[in-house]
Protein backbone atom coordinates (compact mmCIF):
# COMPACT_ATOMS: atom_id res chain seq x y z
CA UNK A 1 0.00 0.00 0.00
CA UNK A 2 3.02 2.16 0.18
CA UNK A 3 3.62 2.31 -3.11
CA UNK A 4 0.30 3.97 -3.98
CA UNK A 5 0.70 7.38 -2.92
CA UNK A 6 4.30 7.80 -5.06
CA UNK A 7 1.94 6.12 -8.31
CA UNK A 8 -0.59 8.80 -7.84
CA UNK A 9 1.51 11.54 -6.68
CA UNK A 10 3.30 10.37 -10.60
CA UNK A 11 0.18 10.32 -12.34
CA UNK A 12 -1.29 13.27 -11.38
CA UNK A 13 2.37 15.16 -11.49
CA UNK A 14 2.60 13.39 -15.33
CA UNK A 15 -1.33 15.07 -16.50
CA UNK A 16 -0.67 18.09 -15.11
CA UNK A 17 2.56 18.84 -16.40
CA UNK A 18 1.40 17.95 -20.00
CA UNK A 19 -2.15 20.07 -19.34
CA UNK A 20 0.05 22.78 -18.43
CA UNK A 21 2.71 22.77 -21.40
CA UNK A 22 -0.46 22.74 -23.75
CA UNK A 23 -2.32 25.85 -22.22
CA UNK A 24 1.20 27.37 -21.61
CA UNK A 25 1.96 27.05 -25.70
CA UNK A 26 -2.16 27.75 -26.71
CA UNK A 27 -2.27 31.10 -24.56
CA UNK A 28 1.68 32.14 -25.32
CA UNK A 29 1.08 31.98 -29.02
CA UNK A 30 -2.10 33.67 -28.84
CA UNK A 31 -0.91 36.99 -26.99
CA UNK A 32 2.41 36.95 -29.61
CA UNK A 33 -0.25 36.52 -32.27
CA UNK A 34 -2.09 39.50 -30.82
CA UNK A 35 0.87 41.39 -30.89
CA UNK A 36 2.06 40.88 -34.81
CA UNK A 37 5.16 38.58 -33.27
CA UNK A 38 6.18 36.71 -36.43
CA UNK A 39 4.81 33.17 -37.05
CA UNK A 40 8.68 31.31 -37.45
CA UNK A 41 9.78 33.54 -33.84
CA UNK A 42 6.47 31.71 -32.47
CA UNK A 43 7.29 28.67 -33.64
CA UNK A 44 11.02 28.49 -32.52
CA UNK A 45 10.46 29.76 -29.15
CA UNK A 46 6.91 28.97 -27.69
CA UNK A 47 6.28 25.73 -29.38
CA UNK A 48 9.37 24.31 -29.00
CA UNK A 49 9.26 25.24 -25.49
CA UNK A 50 5.63 23.90 -24.90
CA UNK A 51 6.50 20.81 -26.50
CA UNK A 52 9.68 20.14 -24.22
CA UNK A 53 8.49 21.71 -21.05
CA UNK A 54 7.96 18.32 -19.32
CA UNK A 55 11.46 17.43 -19.82
CA UNK A 56 12.46 20.83 -18.55
CA UNK A 57 10.23 21.54 -15.66
CA UNK A 58 11.15 17.85 -14.84
CA UNK A 59 14.69 18.25 -14.73
CA UNK A 60 15.52 21.56 -13.39
CA UNK A 61 13.18 20.71 -10.35
CA UNK A 62 15.45 17.30 -9.41
CA UNK A 63 18.19 19.73 -10.39
CA UNK A 64 16.82 22.55 -7.58
CA UNK A 65 16.18 19.01 -5.13
CA UNK A 66 19.76 18.12 -5.32
CA UNK A 67 18.49 14.97 -7.26
CA UNK A 68 20.99 14.83 -10.45
CA UNK A 69 20.07 10.71 -11.00
CA UNK A 70 16.40 12.07 -11.83
CA UNK A 71 17.95 15.46 -13.53
CA UNK A 72 20.03 13.73 -15.86
CA UNK A 73 18.27 10.34 -16.25
CA UNK A 74 15.32 12.00 -17.45
CA UNK A 75 17.45 13.90 -20.23
CA UNK A 76 19.26 10.55 -21.55
CA UNK A 77 16.19 8.97 -21.28
CA UNK A 78 14.19 10.70 -22.98
CA UNK A 79 16.57 11.33 -25.98
CA UNK A 80 16.71 7.46 -25.86
CA UNK A 81 13.15 7.09 -26.07
CA UNK A 82 13.14 10.36 -29.05
CA UNK A 83 15.15 8.52 -31.19
CA UNK A 84 14.25 4.54 -30.74
CA UNK A 85 10.83 4.27 -29.80
CA UNK A 86 9.22 7.63 -30.71
CA UNK A 87 11.04 7.72 -34.28
CA UNK A 88 10.29 3.47 -34.89
CA UNK A 89 6.32 3.54 -33.89
CA UNK A 90 6.42 7.16 -36.54
CA UNK A 91 8.16 5.08 -39.40
CA UNK A 92 5.84 1.83 -38.99
CA UNK A 93 2.93 4.01 -38.68
CA UNK A 94 3.66 5.82 -42.35
CA UNK A 95 7.78 5.22 -43.62
CA UNK A 96 9.84 8.27 -43.00
CA UNK A 97 11.23 10.18 -45.93
CA UNK A 98 13.78 12.19 -44.91
CA UNK A 99 14.99 15.69 -46.53
CA UNK A 100 18.42 16.17 -47.72
CA UNK A 101 18.62 18.76 -44.98
CA UNK A 102 17.77 16.25 -42.58
CA UNK A 103 20.77 14.07 -43.08
CA UNK A 104 23.33 16.94 -43.93
CA UNK A 105 22.51 19.13 -40.94
CA UNK A 106 19.76 17.68 -38.49
CA UNK A 107 20.64 14.53 -37.29
CA UNK A 108 24.28 15.35 -37.47
CA UNK A 109 23.50 18.15 -35.35
CA UNK A 110 21.50 15.64 -33.11
CA UNK A 111 24.69 13.63 -33.06
CA UNK A 112 27.01 16.36 -31.79
CA UNK A 113 24.09 17.06 -28.80
CA UNK A 114 24.24 13.32 -27.85
CA UNK A 115 28.47 13.80 -27.80
CA UNK A 116 28.46 16.74 -25.66
CA UNK A 117 26.36 14.35 -22.85
CA UNK A 118 29.39 11.98 -23.07
CA UNK A 119 32.13 14.42 -23.22
CA UNK A 120 30.37 16.43 -20.08
CA UNK A 121 29.52 13.50 -18.00
CA UNK A 122 32.29 11.53 -18.33
CA UNK A 123 35.35 13.90 -19.36
CA UNK A 124 37.90 11.96 -17.83
CA UNK A 125 37.77 9.36 -20.51
CA UNK A 126 38.53 12.10 -22.84
CA UNK A 127 41.24 13.65 -20.34
CA UNK A 128 43.83 11.11 -18.39
CA UNK A 129 45.11 14.32 -16.02
CA UNK A 130 41.83 15.39 -15.56
CA UNK A 131 41.62 14.80 -11.61
CA UNK A 132 37.76 15.94 -11.22
CA UNK A 133 35.00 13.32 -10.26
CA UNK A 134 32.41 12.45 -13.28
CA UNK A 135 29.88 15.43 -13.08
CA UNK A 136 28.10 17.65 -15.91
CA UNK A 137 28.95 21.47 -14.18
CA UNK A 138 27.78 24.65 -13.63
CA UNK A 139 30.55 25.57 -16.22
CA UNK A 140 28.99 22.69 -18.70
CA UNK A 141 25.53 24.09 -18.78
CA UNK A 142 26.81 27.68 -18.97
CA UNK A 143 28.40 26.31 -22.47
CA UNK A 144 25.63 24.22 -23.44
CA UNK A 145 23.36 27.60 -23.07
CA UNK A 146 25.63 29.24 -24.99
CA UNK A 147 25.38 26.57 -27.98
CA UNK A 148 21.68 26.55 -27.79
CA UNK A 149 21.69 30.55 -28.64
CA UNK A 150 23.92 29.19 -31.44
CA UNK A 151 21.58 26.57 -32.28
CA UNK A 152 18.39 28.95 -32.32
CA UNK A 153 20.41 31.61 -34.22
CA UNK A 154 21.22 28.59 -37.14
CA UNK A 155 17.57 27.73 -37.10
CA UNK A 156 16.15 31.11 -37.56
CA UNK A 157 18.60 31.56 -40.31
CA UNK A 158 17.65 28.77 -42.00
CA UNK A 159 13.91 28.99 -41.63
CA UNK A 160 14.20 32.65 -43.27
CA UNK A 161 16.45 31.46 -46.06
CA UNK A 162 14.71 31.09 -49.83
CA UNK A 163 14.96 27.25 -49.79
CA UNK A 164 13.41 27.32 -46.10
CA UNK A 165 9.56 26.40 -48.39
CA UNK A 166 11.24 23.29 -50.10
CA UNK A 167 14.20 22.11 -47.97
CA UNK A 168 12.51 20.72 -44.99
CA UNK A 169 14.40 21.45 -41.48
CA UNK A 170 14.63 21.50 -38.21
CA UNK A 171 14.02 25.09 -38.79
CA UNK A 172 10.65 24.16 -40.59
CA UNK A 173 7.81 25.45 -38.99
CA UNK A 174 4.44 25.40 -40.76
CA UNK A 175 2.99 28.57 -41.13
CA UNK A 176 0.29 28.76 -38.38
CA UNK A 177 -1.48 31.88 -40.52
CA UNK A 178 -2.52 29.02 -42.57
CA UNK A 179 -4.10 26.07 -40.40
CA UNK A 180 -7.36 25.27 -39.01
CA UNK A 181 -5.79 25.84 -35.32
CA UNK A 182 -4.20 28.57 -36.08
CA UNK A 183 -7.35 30.21 -37.17
CA UNK A 184 -9.33 29.10 -33.78
CA UNK A 185 -6.81 30.17 -31.86
CA UNK A 186 -6.73 33.39 -33.98
CA UNK A 187 -10.85 33.83 -33.24
CA UNK A 188 -10.39 32.83 -29.76
CA UNK A 189 -7.89 35.86 -28.84
CA UNK A 190 -10.76 38.09 -30.37
CA UNK A 191 -13.72 36.79 -28.45
CA UNK A 192 -11.58 35.53 -25.18
CA UNK A 193 -9.29 39.00 -25.19
CA UNK A 194 -5.56 38.83 -24.10
CA UNK A 195 -6.83 38.88 -20.54
CA UNK A 196 -7.73 35.41 -21.65
CA UNK A 197 -4.61 34.32 -22.70
CA UNK A 198 -2.53 35.78 -19.95
CA UNK A 199 -4.27 33.72 -17.37
CA UNK A 200 -4.13 30.17 -19.61
CA UNK A 201 -0.37 31.38 -19.34
CA UNK A 202 -0.26 31.75 -15.77
CA UNK A 203 -2.54 28.76 -15.12
CA UNK A 204 -0.24 26.44 -17.32
CA UNK A 205 3.05 27.67 -15.56
CA UNK A 206 1.42 26.88 -12.11
CA UNK A 207 0.29 23.32 -13.60
CA UNK A 208 4.17 23.07 -14.89
CA UNK A 209 5.34 23.81 -11.69
CA UNK A 210 2.89 21.71 -9.51
CA UNK A 211 2.71 18.66 -11.65
CA UNK A 212 6.89 18.85 -12.12
CA UNK A 213 6.77 18.88 -8.11
CA UNK A 214 4.62 16.25 -7.57
CA UNK A 215 6.18 14.06 -10.30
CA UNK A 216 9.86 14.31 -9.11
CA UNK A 217 8.82 13.24 -5.61
CA UNK A 218 6.57 10.40 -6.89
CA UNK A 219 8.77 9.39 -9.14
CA UNK A 220 11.73 9.05 -5.75
CA UNK A 221 8.80 7.38 -3.91
CA UNK A 222 8.08 4.64 -6.56
CA UNK A 223 12.13 4.06 -6.76
CA UNK A 224 12.53 3.96 -3.12
CA UNK A 225 9.47 1.54 -2.05
CA UNK A 226 10.30 -1.01 -5.26
CA UNK A 227 14.00 -1.18 -4.30
CA UNK A 228 15.10 0.79 -7.78
CA UNK A 229 17.46 3.52 -8.16
CA UNK A 230 16.07 7.15 -9.15
CA UNK A 231 18.19 6.46 -12.31
CA UNK A 232 16.35 3.84 -13.40
CA UNK A 233 12.94 5.19 -12.84
CA UNK A 234 14.17 8.26 -14.57
CA UNK A 235 15.34 6.20 -17.45
CA UNK A 236 12.25 4.64 -18.16
CA UNK A 237 8.90 5.88 -16.47
CA UNK A 238 9.95 9.73 -15.94
CA UNK A 239 11.83 9.97 -19.85
CA UNK A 240 8.46 7.68 -21.48
CA UNK A 241 6.09 10.20 -19.88
CA UNK A 242 7.32 13.30 -20.22
CA UNK A 243 8.39 12.32 -24.12
CA UNK A 244 4.22 11.93 -24.49
CA UNK A 245 4.00 15.13 -26.17
CA UNK A 246 6.44 14.37 -28.67
CA UNK A 247 5.22 10.89 -29.41
CA UNK A 248 1.90 12.08 -29.86
CA UNK A 249 2.93 14.67 -32.35
CA UNK A 250 5.69 12.97 -34.38
CA UNK A 251 2.49 10.08 -34.63
CA UNK A 252 -0.24 12.49 -35.88
CA UNK A 253 1.99 14.36 -38.14
CA UNK A 254 3.46 10.71 -39.77
CA UNK A 255 -0.31 9.90 -40.33
CA UNK A 256 -0.87 13.25 -42.01
CA UNK A 257 1.98 12.16 -44.19
CA UNK A 258 3.98 15.35 -43.16
CA UNK A 259 6.97 12.78 -42.05
CA UNK A 260 9.64 15.50 -42.37
CA UNK A 261 7.89 17.56 -39.90
CA UNK A 262 7.48 14.18 -37.79
CA UNK A 263 11.59 14.53 -37.91
CA UNK A 264 12.20 18.11 -37.18
CA UNK A 265 9.87 17.20 -33.68
CA UNK A 266 12.33 14.76 -32.80
CA UNK A 267 15.26 16.19 -33.25
CA UNK A 268 14.56 19.42 -32.15
CA UNK A 269 13.36 17.99 -28.90
CA UNK A 270 17.03 16.07 -28.47
CA UNK A 271 18.95 18.95 -29.39
CA UNK A 272 16.51 21.05 -27.02
CA UNK A 273 16.76 18.44 -24.14
CA UNK A 274 20.80 18.67 -24.39
CA UNK A 275 21.53 22.23 -24.74
CA UNK A 276 18.65 24.05 -22.91
CA UNK A 277 17.46 21.37 -20.67
CA UNK A 278 19.97 19.92 -19.23
CA UNK A 279 22.05 23.02 -19.62
CA UNK A 280 19.57 24.91 -17.61
CA UNK A 281 19.54 22.38 -14.70
CA UNK A 282 23.38 22.11 -14.49
CA UNK A 283 23.09 25.99 -14.21
CA UNK A 284 21.62 25.83 -11.40
CA UNK A 285 23.18 22.67 -9.39
CA UNK A 286 25.79 20.45 -10.75
CA UNK A 287 24.69 17.27 -11.22
CA UNK A 288 27.12 14.17 -10.64
CA UNK A 289 26.94 11.31 -11.94
CA UNK A 290 26.17 7.95 -10.38
CA UNK A 291 23.24 5.77 -11.78
CA UNK A 292 24.10 7.11 -15.28
CA UNK A 293 26.41 4.70 -16.62
CA UNK A 294 28.92 4.61 -19.75
CA UNK A 295 26.31 2.13 -20.94
CA UNK A 296 23.64 4.21 -20.98
CA UNK A 297 25.97 6.55 -23.16
CA UNK A 298 26.83 4.28 -25.30
CA UNK A 299 23.81 3.12 -26.08
CA UNK A 300 22.34 7.45 -26.51
CA UNK A 301 25.35 7.46 -29.45
CA UNK A 302 25.10 4.31 -30.84
CA UNK A 303 21.29 5.21 -31.43
CA UNK A 304 22.24 8.63 -33.06
CA UNK A 305 24.45 6.95 -35.19
CA UNK A 306 22.02 4.44 -36.24
CA UNK A 307 19.86 6.83 -36.97
CA UNK A 308 21.68 8.48 -39.38
CA UNK A 309 22.60 5.41 -41.40
CA UNK A 310 19.35 3.97 -41.46
CA UNK A 311 18.28 7.46 -43.36
CA UNK A 312 22.09 7.91 -45.29
CA UNK A 313 22.61 4.23 -46.12
CA UNK A 314 19.53 2.01 -45.17
CA UNK A 315 18.14 -0.01 -48.24
CA UNK A 316 15.43 2.71 -49.31
CA UNK A 317 17.51 6.31 -49.76
CA UNK A 318 16.49 8.39 -47.30
CA UNK A 319 13.48 6.70 -46.44
CA UNK A 320 12.99 4.78 -42.67
CA UNK A 321 11.12 1.85 -43.56
CA UNK A 322 8.74 0.52 -41.20
CA UNK A 323 10.68 -2.44 -41.09
CA UNK A 324 13.69 -0.23 -39.72
CA UNK A 325 11.30 1.19 -37.11
CA UNK A 326 10.61 -2.18 -35.88
CA UNK A 327 14.22 -2.41 -35.33
CA UNK A 328 14.55 0.46 -33.86
CA UNK A 329 11.32 -0.26 -31.45
CA UNK A 330 13.04 -3.54 -30.32
CA UNK A 331 16.15 -1.72 -29.89
CA UNK A 332 14.60 0.58 -27.34
CA UNK A 333 12.39 -2.63 -25.87
CA UNK A 334 15.80 -4.66 -25.10
CA UNK A 335 17.60 -1.41 -23.82
CA UNK A 336 14.90 -1.05 -20.99
CA UNK A 337 15.08 -5.03 -20.28
CA UNK A 338 18.61 -4.72 -19.72
CA UNK A 339 17.86 -2.02 -17.23
CA UNK A 340 15.36 -3.32 -15.46
CA UNK A 341 17.45 -6.97 -15.53
CA UNK A 342 20.55 -5.37 -13.94
CA UNK A 343 18.44 -3.35 -11.59
CA UNK A 344 17.15 -6.58 -10.22
CA UNK A 345 20.23 -8.71 -10.48
CA UNK A 346 21.06 -9.89 -6.83
Given amino acids: MDVILPIILFSVGLVLIIKGADWLTEGAANIAHHYGIPTIVVGLTIVAVGSSAPEFVVSVISAIQGNADIALGNVVGSNIFNILAIMGVTAIVR ?31 FDPMSKGSDCVSRTDGL ?36 SPASAMEAEDTKKGGILRSVLFVIVGLVLLVL ?13 SQMGLSDSIIALTIVSGGTSAPEMAASVMAAKKGDTAMAVGNIVGSV ?19 SGITVFDIIYLLGSSVLLWVLCRFGKHHLTLTRTEGWVMV ?16 P
Avoid at 211 to 223: F, M, N, R, T
Avoid at 274 to 288: E, K, N, S, Y
Fill in 95 to 125: PIEAARNNIKYDIPFLMLANLVIAITAFDKY
Fill in 143 to 178: LMLCMFAIFMSYTYSIANSPSAATSPSIANTPDSTS
Fill in 211 to 223: GGDWLVDGASGIA
Fill in 271 to 289: VFNVFFVLGTAAAIHPLGI
Fill in 330 to 345: ILAVLYYAVLVINELR
